[in-house]
């Protein structure tokens, strides 16, 4: 009589959402094609936005999206943590403090008071952080939204204990590859010198300037660029609100804002 071979038990995949839009969590649901081999390769046992099922952990791989911007979530991290054998942070909010992040700069209790009815209600801390501030993260994945095909190999990655072969060069070297005219040649500024690859280039593409939506390259040379600005005509304010999107508050884009004054 054959013995009935019991299948391998698949890891457990758990996405969590904290301070953010959404939008990183729905480039993995936008994989469409890719989502059926995910769920063949892994158990989805936490992931709201997918489905109310809760499968509790621990967790072999948790993504997180969003930034901590309340005690309440600086606490539920810990325990996200806790449950996860490995924590990857997806998207500027997770990995930078995210567009909120614009708070650090500013009274945000002013902010509070001039947009709430009964401000004495809102209760949030007076920094939107970083998941990596917090706790030990073993991988950030940036973008605003991530790049959906970075996701699947970063997720690929992990389930195969690897290193993601994820690009560090910025978004010049894609204009490259799909043939943009470059815009700063043309007068426009543009932030893609100082800019992680994964958007693809669309802005270039059209003739707009990058914005910065993936955050900083490696080693991203700031002030030469803002130099370059200024000599297309940009003025010191512009140069700073450039710097003050995406991610504000990581250190060379912080910086450099800072270096243009208030």
Known sequence: MRRHQSQPKRPRLAVWKFASCDGCQLSLLDCEDELLALADAVEIANFAEASSAVVDGPYDLS?????????????????????????VTIGACATAGGIQALRNFADVEAFVAA??????????????TPISAHVAVDYELQGCPVNKAQLIEVISAFLAGRKPAIAAHSVCVECKHHGNVCVMV???????????AGCGAICP????????????????????????????GATQREIRRAFRTFYAAVEPFRQESEAHGD
């Not at 300037?209 to 130099?227: F, I, K, Q, V, W």
């Open 205 to 232: 593409a059209y003739r707009r300037g990058c914005y910065g939506c993936y955050g900083p390259m490696e080693t991203p040379n700031t002030a030469a660029l803002a130099r370059e600005w200024a000599a297309l």
């Open 63 to 87: 993504l997180v999206e969003g930034s901590i911007t309340t005690s309440h979530d600086a606490r539920r991290i810990r325990q996200v943590r806790r449950q996860s054998r490995h924590l």
């Open 186 to 196: 043309q007068g426009v500024p543009c932030l893609g010198p100082v800019t992680h």
């Open 115 to 128: 947009v709430y009815a009964s401000p004495q209600y809102i209760k949030m801390l007076a920094t939107s």
